[in-house]
């Protein structure tokens, strides 16, 4: 079975801190992805990367970036954070960069900024 | 208009009953299509791939109909441990990112 692990479930942060969320995956994926939730509003697609160093925007990039400097690692980092950012923040991986293929999650990280 | 939109919800059934929701997508190039489930506070997880000649798994049957950009999700025998919200989801182009649809809440009486 495919493994996503997020380093943690919940978090407690306060505004302007750098926050940095991390994902793993176990399977070798190249895709990884990461989205935040929020009641109403669904799953929204914040970065995801294709290949380690490589990166795109999603839909919602502003106040979030990304790392990816090794295959099976995808870090999101809120540079200066803000109340706004309170979400569910989901990491996903999935197989082939052409492929169609379904994505796999990991638990999710509920994180709240005061 | 969303790029996949999915019936309203919630939908509030007794147990046994058989349920179909329905979702349909804009992008005519797209070529995956799937159904996940997300429990309360919880990741979504794949149910299961839609396959152009419809597939079924159990109690689960989805369809596909390409011309009408249309997906459905038939759910035979509801189970209580069937609540839960259900996902639409399509490619969005030949690379890995997906489409979520908001989702569709069923819950399942006794």
């Known amino acids: 079975d495919v493994k996503v692990t997020q380093s943690s479930r919940y978090l407690v942060k306060r505004t302007g801190e750098k926050v940095f969320l991390e994902c793993v995956q176990d399977m070798d994926h190249e895709n990884m992805f990461w989205y935040r939730q929020d009641p109403g509003l669904g799953l929204r697609l914040i970065y995801f990367s294709y290949d380690v160093k490589m990166k795109e925007k999603g839909d919602i990039p502003e106040g979030y970036s990304v790392s990816r400097e090794k295959k099976e690692r995808f870090s999101l980092i809120l540079e200066s954070a803000s109340t706004n950012q309170t979400s569910m923040y989901l990491c996903?991986?999935?197989?082939?960069?052409?492929?169609?293929?379904?994505?796999?999650f990991g638990d999710g990280t509920r994180l709240s900024i005061l | 208009r969303k790029e996949v939109e999915q019936d309203p919800g919630p939908f509030n059934v007794p147990e046994g009953a058989t349920v179909a929701f329905n979702c349909t997508y804009s992008?005519?190039?797209?070529?995956?299509f799937f159904w996940y489930r997300q429990d309360c506070r919880k990741e979504p997880k794949l149910l299961m791939s839609v396959y152009s000649s419809g597939n079924e798994d159990g109690r689960f049957t989805a369809q596909l109909n390409r011309a009408s950009q249309y997906i459905s999700l038939l759910i035979r025998d509801s189970k209580l441990s069937d609540s839960a919200t259900y996902l639409c989801?399509?490619?969005?182009?030949?690379?890995?990112?997906?489409?979520f649809g908001q989702g569709t809440e069923l819950s399942v009486k006794p």
């Open positions: 989801v399509v490619n969005y182009n030949q690379g890995g990112k997906l489409i």
């Open positions: 992008n005519s190039a797209s070529q995956s």
């Open positions: 996903a991986s999935s197989f082939q960069p052409r492929g169609n293929q379904p994505q796999h």
